[in-house]
């Protein structure tokens, strides 16, 4: 299994607790807002973390089968 990771920037703050929990999949851009990284190398329980922590809850995550 794997996690998806899908944000909802419209409703982000910006506070930038996910890209402090989660720095290889989560960052903040100029304009404040979450972004998600290619290839997020952060472990599942910090991705976790990252969208529990999150003020606004704008981070979905998704368990996926991973292909076989």
Request: charged share 30%; with cysteine.
């Amino acid at each position: 299994m794997s996690l998806h990771v899908e944000v909802d920037r419209d409703r982000c703050l910006g506070a930038g607790q996910c890209s402090f929990l989660a720095p290889e999949t989560f960052d903040i851009d100029d304009d404040m807002k979450v972004v998600v990284l290619e290839g997020g190398g952060d472990a599942d329980d910090a991705i976790r973390a990252a969208a529990e922590a999150c003020p606004n809850r704008v981070i979905t995550l998704t368990e996926t089968e991973d292909p076989a």
